[in-house]
């Protein structure tokens, strides 16, 4: 069988590491509300919707299609399903047949009726889209719904998932379409980080996949897909050689590569970082950009490379033009702010942290962050509000703050006095005692 489940892995991999965010108490009410619906309005919905899953689809042209406050609307069933941790909800807001037909059109052969039928049963595993999501969420990740916008075909709603302990940052576009019976269903999904969409990847996927196969098995292939089945073995090395941590190796096989090759976006992926600690990044950067001008995939892997050579100027335009694509969001005003702090700019880095927390008080990065602004100013009263802010929020695990050296002046006060006997009759017995939320990347965000 040809293997899929890379592909939902790959639409997993945010590289932007910041912290992590909880679902809010609105959620968990508008779950109340869906099951406060009459089953047998249920029942008919989800007749409607199975029966919906077919390539008989048409994108949607016109917003007041779907009214963002009802409960049945798309947005919240798909915060719905992964809230309740309903996998077969899920899978029904999204039509895979449609992304399998997209994947392999022009390709044919036994191998290729195999791989559809792999690949529905696929999303029903542990390791497809929707189960990957409802881990994320479950493990203290979140996946929130941000914004409905018009694009150049349909409607599509952007999604953020931030991975448990604030590893990475996402955003998935749900492109829109009605089925005949009128329902709200995905035709497939854009993902950010691979700048293109889930039909896109599977194919790649099985591309290389079909290249490996014995020659009873061989399908005709042509174009970008026969150059790239033909380049398999140099895009493993150059994989490898990255894993291995080898930019020099890597730069020498991406030359190997045809053009055509080299300008895929999974190849211009790996080229972003084969130079991201070279001097010449930039330069790649922006070559890519022109190649790809509504894209944004450069600029979420762009964002940690030019923080991490200091170039928060180039950073932050990254940031920005992410937020213009998303139409807004407190967390990137969050990593915004962080930049502004590392160039010196105190007043107006501290203004876009206190904002974004205004505007989402579910951001845990934005509260670290605030944490860090109270130690400077040794406000220890504030200290303790935002520690057991936080400790109520969310799912962090606490280490003894005498370990940790912005502290200082803090585990000197009475407040830490009282923070200690608040922890005392807050922590389960069972909770490590130890663990607060992972030293290095915590102290990143204090401080």
Do not use: C
Request: proline share 3%; aromatic share 6%.
């Amino acid at each position: 069988m040809l293997r899929v489940t890379t592909l939902f892995l790959i639409a997993l991999l945010p590289t932007i590491s910041f912290a992590q965010s909880r679902l809010s108490q609105e959620l968990q009410q508008k779950l109340r509300t869906r099951k406060a619906i009459s089953e047998s309005q249920d029942k008919d919905a989800k007749k409607a919707t199975t029966k919906s899953l077919s390539p008989a689809i048409e994108p949607l042209d016109k917003a007041d299609e779907i009214k963002p406050h009802t409960p049945q609307t798309f947005t919240q069933a798909v915060n719905i399903a992964i809230v309740s941790k309903d996998l077969t909800a899920f899978n029904e807001l999204v039509s895979w047949p449609t992304i399998a037909v997209r994947a392999t059109k022009s390709l044919n052969g036994k191998v290729i009726d195999q791989f559809k039928a792999d690949f529905l049963t696929e999303v029903k595993s542990s390791n497809s889209l929707g189960a990957q999501i409802i881990a994320t969420v479950n493990n203290g990740g979140s996946y929130e719904f941000l914004e409905l916008k018009k694009s150049s075909s349909t409607i599509v709603a952007i999604f953020r998932m931030i991975l448990p302990g604030g590893r990475g940052v996402n955003y998935h576009e749900y492109q829109l379409a009605k089925t005949k019976t009128k329902n709200v269903i995905a035709s497939d999904i854009y993902v950010y980080l691979t700048g293109e969409t889930l039909s896109q990847s599977i194919r790649r996927n099985l591309i290389t996949g079909l290249a490996e196969k014995d020659e009873d098995s061989k399908v005709d292939l042509a174009g970008i897909d026969k150059q790239i089945a033909d380049n398999v073995s140099v895009i493993k090395d150059l994989t490898k050689a990255l894993s291995e941590e080898k930019p020099e190796r890597a730069r020498s096989l991406l030359l190997k590569l045809p053009p055509e090759v080299r300008a895929d976006k999974a190849i211009q992926t790996l080229t972003l970082n084969t130079y991201k600690r070279s001097a010449a990044f930039e330069t790649v950067v922006e070559q890519i950009r022109k190649a790809n001008p509504d894209d944004v995939f450069m600029e979420m892997l762009a964002i940690d490379a030019f923080a991490s050579q200091k170039k928060y100027d180039e950073a932050i335009d990254a940031i920005d033009t992410v937020s213009a694509r998303v139409g807004g969001d407190p967390y990137l005003m969050v990593l915004k702010g962080r930049m502004e702090l590392k160039k010196g700019n105190e007043k107006s880095g501290r203004k876009l942290i206190t904002d974004a927390i205004n505007a989402d008080d579910n951001l845990l990065n934005g509260y670290w962050n605030l944490v860090s602004f109270s130690l400077t100013d040794k406000k220890h009263e504030e200290t303790l509000r935002l520690l057991k802010t936080i400790d109520k929020k969310f799912k962090v695990n606490f280490r003894d703050l005498n370990e940790i050296p912005s502290y200082k002046n803090f585990v000197k006060s009475d407040e830490f006095a009282e923070w200690s006997k608040y922890r005392a009759a807050n922590t389960a017995p069972t909770e490590p005692k130890n663990d607060v939320s992972g030293k290095s990347s915590r102290e990143k965000e204090i401080r």
